[in-house]
């Protein structure tokens, strides 16, 4: 087996150990797509898991993610990056190790655009960091959804266009990515709590944010009508009518959708 070889289904496993969600429309796209959205989730999830680490000291997060946000701004020194991490790497799980990796299987052709979405998003996490994630206002919780979600949909845009010259709306891949993200935020409301973390903003009731959820997926649908690639168009559909469905069970007092409602709604959209 070739290293290129092995490095693709390294990423492949990875993806699927760090996001089922998403592996599922990543799995149905072609060669080319699957490898490119593969390997730029990846590089997002990496600096995710900073944020997110449970034990790592805030200072230490803030450090890791702007030095890595610099680093991705030049031709990425794997070595530095190692270096950094060093100190930390039996804390840190395999997607955050080999960033570099995930680098490498990305078509060098839109490399320098999944880095530069990686690179802003990793700064805008150590701000948020910094601010110990507390959101004030509508404006905070704009911000802080475009850093973690947000780009995530001006990356995809960026990916399309590359692809085939599809051209999106970068408001409404903002709003796709918000959507998803607002729906995690429900879904996890309890247990962001438990670690003192509050995303609803100021005044606002858990109905107030249900209805910042759907007001982005209603952008979510409008990103969807402007495509015409049917293997671009069913890896979004995907993820969207599993946030849609876990709305409604959240909304219904249920936790979150069953394995088989899963499984369900990705085959209807499959046969459709």
């Not at 699957?34 to 590089?43: D, F, H, I, W």
């Not at 998003?121 to 802080?144: C, P, R, S």
Request: net charge negative; with cysteine.
């Amino acid at each position: 087996m070739s290293n290129n070889t092995k490095l693709h289904k390294d990423a492949m496993r990875v993806l699927k150990q760090t996001s089922r969600t998403f592996f599922i429309p990543i799995n149905i796209l072609n060669p080319t797509l699957k490898n490119t959205v593969g390997s730029a989730y990846l590089c997002m999830r990496a600096i995710d898991e900073i944020e997110d680490h449970e034990t790592l000291d805030p200072d230490v997060k803030q450090r890791l993610l702007l030095t890595t946000a610099e680093l991705l701004k030049k031709p990425f020194d794997v070595e530095a990056y190692v270096q950094l991490l060093k100190p930390y790497e039996s804390q840190l799980p395999e997607v955050t190790l080999r960033l570099g990796d995930w680098l490498a299987v990305c078509p060098e052709a839109i490399r320098d655009k999944v880095k530069e979405s990686t690179s802003i998003m990793a700064k805008g996490m150590a701000k948020w960091v910094e601010k110990n994630w507390v959101v004030k206002t509508k404006e905070d919780l704009d911000e802080y959804t475009y850093y973690v979600a947000g780009l995530v949909g001006v990356m995809l845009s960026d990916i399309w266009k590359w692809y085939d010259n599809t051209e999106t709306d970068h408001d409404l891949a903002i709003g796709y990515g918000r959507g998803l993200q607002a729906v995690n935020m429900l879904r996890n409301q309890d247990e962001d709590a438990e670690r003192g973390v509050k995303f609803l903003p100021d005044g606002w009731t858990r109905n107030d944010m249900f209805e910042y959820a759907t007001a982005n997926l209603e952008m979510a649908d409008k990103y969807i009508k402007s495509i015409d690639t049917r293997n671009i168009i069913l890896f979004c559909k995907i993820p969207l009518a599993l946030a849609k469905k876990t709305l409604k069970s959240l909304k219904s007092g249920e936790e979150k959708m069953s394995r088989a409602e899963v499984e369900d709604t990705v085959d209807k959209i499959l046969n459709k």
